[in-house]
């Protein structure tokens, strides 16, 4: 096992305490979308579909502190690869089609756009 793989998963099993975890059982219903139950947003975390067309393909073990934002556009392809985390204040707009790979870290503020 890696160490980032070691890291996120103290990280992950810190946070089944330390963070709050949304709810994502209404977006796991949408056809084009998956959502393992291994993902925990932080605080005040959104992730907002545009249209039932929206496909958002999440891995196992994605991790947000707060106020991360994930926005997918009605023509939005957006696939988030295993163990990933996000530092405060991170944002993924997909208008189109973005591919995040794996044990990938992104550092606080960051956003990406297409």
Known sequence: ???????????????????????????????????????????YSEVHLESLGSQLVIGEHFFTRSLCQIRVGAEGKLSIGNSVFWNNYCSVTCM??????HNVMFGEGVKVYD
């Open 1 to 43: 096992m890696s160490y980032l793989n070691r890291w996120l998963s103290k990280l992950w099993n810190y946070s089944q305490h330390q963070y709050e975890s949304r709810s994502l059982e209404r977006l796991r219903s949408y056809l084009g979308v998956s959502i393992p139950s291994s993902v925990i947003l932080g605080r």
């Open 96 to 101: 189109h089609q973005i591919e995040i790979g």
